[in-house]
């Protein structure tokens, strides 16, 4: 059971960044997916979620607008692209997978990728 995120760096405010979550094959490439961020000592707090198919997404009020995930399940990937970014999106952003459905609550998920940091500059 693994995912790995990537394509978190360093960006100037108003640019963007996609972040990519590679899902091995044992999770199930099916699973409900979310993207969630800790900002240092903040709690970590939901960003956006996908269900299995892609055709429900939710997102966090702050990122509406501005941040979109997406999935592509030939590739057992999925996709945060972030748009717009502001100084208050610096954060570690990690993925996370659910076996069950789309939702919002961290405590949900069953499996969690490693982080990936991005860092937006003023």
């Known amino acids: 059971v693994q995912l790995q995120a990537y394509g978190g760096g360093l960006v100037q405010a108003g640019g963007s960044l996609r972040l990519s979550c590679v899902v091995s094959?044992?999770?199930?490439?099916?699973?409900?997916m979310g993207w969630f961020r800790q900002a240092p000592g903040q709690e970590r707090e939901f960003v956006a979620a996908?269900?299995?198919?892609?055709?429900?997404?939710y997102y966090a009020d702050s990122v509406k607008g501005r941040f979109t995930i997406s999935r592509d399940n030939a590739k057992n990937t999925v996709y945060l692209q972030m748009n717009s970014l502001r100084p208050e999106d610096t954060a570690v952003y990690y993925c996370?997978?659910?076996?069950?459905?789309?939702?919002?609550?961290?405590?949900?998920?069953?499996?969690w990728g490693q982080g990936t940091q991005v860092t937006v500059s003023s």
């Open positions: 094959r044992r999770t199930n490439s099916n699973n409900a």
């Open positions: 996908i269900s299995r198919a892609g055709g429900t997404t």
């Open positions: 996370a997978a659910d076996k069950l459905r789309i939702t919002t609550a961290e405590y949900e998920y069953d499996y």
